[in-house]
């Protein structure tokens, strides 16, 4: 099991590679649980191209949140290989709802709040490396952001792989029973602590620092608070800062 888990993982990662209108990560989808329908169907040529066709149908979650119907429709199809004969309904009836369900926490979790969160704290970082005297501060800036975004957003792939497998129709239920508004109100506090945070240790940063003209700057920031206005979501908090560090680059009180 610990095998089939790792290959599924492995694949989940390239979930959005054949994205389509068509079928949205149907492809994905389907090239991601191919190594546990080969598994169950090993033997059963006739029930394995079934159980491919069945799952290169439309699909469409947060990639993030896409672990948990891949678990679970693994598990049922290793049911429906072995007599089941709803379970495999069962297992495309559930990757799809579940992945609707999920994908709103997901989205207000890692799009909303974790995302500003690691771009804030990767300022603070390489403001920190800066300050440290490190030899490459944007490095170890990027360092802290990645790390902070792709260590939950890994570990919920795996995790949600696991209990799908595990606990097959039983992972929907232990799936609401997690305190998902809580982490979520939990990471906006933190990513506005860190953006007020990151935007103090900016403007304390020597104005020689990179030597860039003030004009620049600023239409830097202005044009980055125009792309925030249209994309909107998180990016209308980036639009804010962005407004406010024109307005300072183009009075002087901002050099970069």
Not at 9 to 26: I, K, P, T, V, Y
Not at 60 to 71: R, T
Not at 117 to 145: E, K, Q, T
């Amino acid at each position: 099991m610990s095998g089939l888990r790792s290959r599924l993982f492995a694949r989940s990662l390239l979930l959005q590679a054949g994205f389509c209108d068509e079928r949205r990560q149907g492809l994905g989808f389907a090239w991601a649980i191919d190594p546990a329908l080969e598994s169950a169907y090993a033997g059963d040529p006739a029930g394995l191209r079934a159980a491919r066709l069945r799952h290169l149908a439309p699909f469409n979650a947060q990639p993030y949140a896409a672990a948990l119907p891949l678990g679970v429709a693994a598990a049922l199809e290793a049911r429906a290989a072995g007599g089941d004969a709803a379970a495999a309904a069962r297992g495309v009836a559930l990757k799809n709802s579940l992945g609707a369900a999920l994908s709103g926490a997901a989205d207000a979790f890692f799009w909303g709040s974790l995302r500003p969160l690691a771009a804030a704290s990767a300022l603070l970082g390489g403001i920190a490396a800066y300050y440290l005297d490190s030899p490459r501060p944007f490095a170890c800036g990027a360092v802290v952001g990645l790390a902070l975004f792709n260590a939950p957003a890994l570990w919920t792939r795996w995790a949600g792989l696991g209990l799908g497998l595990r606990e097959a129709e039983g992972a929907a239920v232990s799936a609401c029973a997690l305190p998902a508004q809580r982490w979520i109100q939990a990471a906006r506090v933190a990513a506005i602590a860190a953006v007020v945070g990151a935007a103090a240790a900016a403007l304390a940063l020597p104005r020689e620092l990179l030597g860039m003209p003030r004009a620049f700057a600023a239409l830097a920031f202005a044009a980055g608070a125009a792309l925030g206005r249209f994309t909107g979501g998180p990016l209308r908090l980036v639009a804010a800062a962005g407004i406010l560090g024109a307005i300072a680059a183009a009075t002087g009180g901002l050099a970069l």
